[in-house]
């Protein structure tokens, strides 16, 4: 293989690094019920609510470092020949923090939306309902993050890289999420081999070619080696 690799992470990648994924037993994604923080209408009920969940979620986010999955893939990146693309469902930064370009398709959690007037601006690390939008100075801000029932970001970009991509690779995402759970099929439909590295099997494990079992901060790294000569 020598041609262009699309990569999709989700929040496995970034369980090594602390910060925990949705089905994590105990984790603060259990806490509340993805209705109440992950969705417009739970933001309309309770902006406070909502925005307390996320500055929670930043500041955690802010004090996590990449692992050895995120440093290998921005490796990659910099190395293969061909384009990398990676696509990363995960809000937090740890990506960019490696080095690496990334596509966030579920927005960031380092950034603020008006959802009167779509201005958008760097999140301060503590977000409230009565934040005025810089531009247009109505309390009307949210974080810039895709919720369940919106239309993630960059789709047009994504499906058009996947038609051209001969290698598509997801890494720590659950399969259960659309349209993303969706980008094994349009790869393979565009001719794409398919690779799925993830702790376990998943729910659309049948729909890639080749599996990779295990912790991504091993298993990524070794991955990569494969593709790339050793340093020296
Ligand atoms: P998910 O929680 O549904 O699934 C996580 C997947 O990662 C599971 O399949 C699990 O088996 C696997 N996994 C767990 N630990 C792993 C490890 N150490 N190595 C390899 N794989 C591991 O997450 P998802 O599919 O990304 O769901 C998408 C949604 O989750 C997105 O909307 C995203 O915004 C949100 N989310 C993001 C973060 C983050 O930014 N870090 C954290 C939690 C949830
Ligand atoms: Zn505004």
New binding site residues.
Partial sequence: MTGKIVILT???????SG?????DKDGI?TQHSLEDVATPEGFARDPALVHGFYNARRVQAAKASPNAAHHALARLQQEWKAPVVIVT????GLHEAAGAEVVHM?GRLAGALCHRCAHRWDAPPEMSPDDPCPACRQPATRPD?VWFGEVPYHMEAIVAHLSDSDLFVA???????YPAAGFVAEAAQAGAETLE????R?DISGAFEAHRLG???EVVPAWVESLLPRDG
Avoid: C, Y
Wanted: aromatic share 6%; hydrophobic share 40%; proline share 3%.
């Fill in positions: 989700g929040a496995g990648l970034s369980a090594e910060l925990g994924t949705f089905r994604w469902q995960n809000v937090d579920h993050v890494i720590g995402t659950s399969g259960q999420v590295i993830n702790l376990e998943t912790p991504a901060s």
